[in-house]
């Protein structure tokens, strides 16, 4: 089972497990993208997996027909999205990270909403695994910039703010703002949207 999730951690590491959905349609069909999983990093679970393990989770799920497995918030009851791309990212597939999952799932309406709001912004995946204990060095920065995505609510125009996050030694969000556009600015929390302010709020990506 796959599940669509809204992030409530607090770290910038979930963008390497939820990557934000940064190639949403052009023409509104409902398809969201989204790597479901990247080998070799550290994840919110603080577990890893190697890139043949990921291609074999991710054959396994296209290759059993799982492809309208996909629940919301691990409530493990089919969501009426499907999917409809699934592939393992290559060298130069930008965005994705080389080795990544990658899913496209089309969404019903009333998710969709969800999706574009920023109320459901990452993937996440069901299984049993084997887990072997290991030691990794894990860098983490103690700033991070950058530009929101725009907004997708018509209660203002189309806009975009930069903004600055300050991190704690493990990686924990403490402060983040916006910079002031349109007479407003936004609070940054979490590391996959900023809180919202006029009825709106901004996805980010934290590269």
């Known amino acids: 089972m796959l599940h669509l999730v809204k992030s409530h951690l607090e770290t910038p590491e979930e963008k390497i497990y939820l990557k934000l959905f940064e190639k949403a349609s052009r023409k509104e069909d409902q398809v969201v993208y989204g790597e479901v999983y990247v080998p070799n990093r550290v994840d919110t679970d603080h577990e890893t997996m190697s890139v043949e393990d990921v291609e074999k989770a991710a054959w396994e799920f296209l290759s059993t027909g799982k492809t309208s497995k996909i ?24 965005p994705w990270v080389e080795g990544s999952w990658v899913m496209g799932v089309k969404c019903p309406d009333d998710i969709w909403k969800l999706v574009k ?3 459901l912004n990452g993937f996440s995946f069901y299984g049993t695994s084997k887990k072997v204990p290991a030691r990794v060095l894990v860098e983490v920065a103690k700033q991070i910039a950058g530009i929101t995505e725009k907004n997708t609510e018509d209660i203002l125009p189309p806009h975009e703010h930069t903004f600055v996050i300050n991190l704690d030694n493990k990686g924990n969000i403490v ?11 936004h609070r940054v929390k979490h590391g996959t949207a900023t809180e919202e302010e006029l009825d709106h709020r901004h996805r980010l990506a934290l590269e």
């Not at 009851?77 to 290559?90: K, L, P, T």
Request: aromatic letters at 6%; glycine letters at 10%; one cysteine or more.
């Open 117 to 119: 709001s920023g109320d």
């Open 175 to 185: 402060s983040g703002k916006t910079d002031v556009v349109m007479e407003h600015s």
């Open 71 to 94: 629940d919301i918030q691990h409530d493990l009851a089919e969501s009426g999205c499907m999917v409809v791309e699934s592939f393992i990212a290559r060298e130069g597939w930008e």
